[in-house]
């Protein structure tokens, strides 16, 4: 089956069978920020955007994402969004382990999107539902937090 797909920006046409999942395909395409991992979606270290969303690309079968926008770790740090979150996790002294990191930067990208101003308590349950633990929860709060500060500063809004 044909598919196509946009994969970092770039239009990709794949020959694959529609139940491959879209880490395998990824994979074949010499793109490795998203690591396997669980194989089921949980652990998160497979995690690409899906038409700006974050998903666990090893549960993705490719034949029903015929026409998505894929982003993977490599193009999202090309992104005033990824500068800002690399910003808050340096002043908040949080280093990511490598594994968990796209995960961890395109989760935070999401909830920056969907939350203006998000508190301490919804930064540090977010923190809490992240796996991997290379990084101190409480820590990994103040990131979110500085990486919030830095978005408004780069848009002009009063944080």
Known sequence: MRIHLKINGRDTEIDANPNEKL????RA????????GCGKGRCGVCTVLLDGKP???CRIPIGTIDGADVTT??????????????NG???????????CSAAKILSVHELL????????????????RLSCTCTEKNAFMNAILYATAFKHDRDGMKS
């Open 113 to 128: 999107e969907s939350k203006y101003r998000p508190t301490r308590e919804e930064c540090l349950e977010f923190a809490e």
């Open 23 to 26: 880490l395998d395909i990824l």
């Open 89 to 99: 996790l340096k002043k908040a002294g949080v280093h990511l382990c490598g594994f």
């Open 55 to 57: 998903v666990p690309s």
């Open 73 to 86: 770790l490599e193009h999202f740090k090309t992104t005033q969004s990824y500068e800002n979150i690399a």
């Open 29 to 36: 395409e010499k793109i490795f920020s998203a690591k396997a």
